[in-house]
């Protein structure tokens, strides 16, 4: 069946910018998760939706970083004024439930250059 | 603090020789691991998870250790491949509040095999 998508694949913008990144999780699973990957680095947890509950956004770098899941499937991450130091892979996961145990599925990530 | 790390950066091997990738943790109370495969360009793939209750578990080519006293965790590849070459990582669950379920990820090793 059909993964984790998202979009675009890449982003280039310039510094100040507002940019908007789209995460489509598997179909009937209700946990979404954003991670940043720095080049060579690992995974670094952003937030997490699960189901109606709030969201945990203990991850969010600062305040420039927001993010919704409308109608608990499609998510969108919103990064405000962009900075140099915000390039990287942001990549979405979802899981079918529990995250204790059921498997996180990666999407391919967006690439994010910012200039 | 929460701490997930790999040993090595880089592990070379030569095609059909066994492959031992390691993991150390710090938080003592974790209980369940994941180890992910990431190929250049795409997102993480789940490949083997073990829980606290488990020493060693088993899947197709890949066995996944655990060391509890040591807080240490390994993945074996038997007879690697080529389409083995990728970044490993591992990943601790961090529970947070409620069911949170954020993943700490160690920084990665790049596995290289050598035909």
């Known amino acids: 069946g059909a993964g984790v998508s998202q979009s675009p694949s890449n982003k280039v913008t310039e510094k100040g910018k507002d940019v908007e990144l789209r995460c489509d999780p598997i179909s009937g699973h209700t946990a979404l998760y954003w991670y940043r990957q720095s080049l060579g680095q690992g995974l670094e947890f952003l937030i997490y939706f699960q189901g109606n509950s709030a969201p945990d956004k203990s991850g969010l770098p600062s305040d420039r970083f927001s993010a919704e899941r409308t109608g608990g499937s499609v998510s969108t991450l919103t990064i405000q004024r962009t900075q140099q130091e915000d390039s990287a892979v942001y990549l979405c996961a979802s899981s079918l439930d529990d995250p204790s145990t059921d498997t996180q599925y990666f999407g391919p990530g967006t690439r994010l250059t910012v200039l | 603090g929460e701490s997930v790390g790999l040993h090595l950066p880089t592990l070379s091997v030569q095609e059909g020789d066994n492959s031992i990738i390691n993991c150390a943790y710090s938080n003592s109370a974790s209980d369940y691991f994941i180890w992910y495969k990431q190929e250049s360009g795409k997102g993480p793939q789940f490949i083997i998870d073990?829980?606290?209750?488990?020493d060693k578990r088993q899947g197709q080519r890949v066995t996944v250790l655990l060391n509890k006293t040591v807080k240490h965790l390994s993945l074996q590849i038997a007879a690697t491949q080529p389409g083995d070459s990728a970044v490993y990582f591992c990943a601790e669950l961090s529970h947070g509040s409620g069911n949170t379920g954020k993943l700490i990820f160690g920084q990665g090793t790049t596995l290289q095999v050598k035909p």
């Open positions: 073990i829980r606290s209750n488990m």
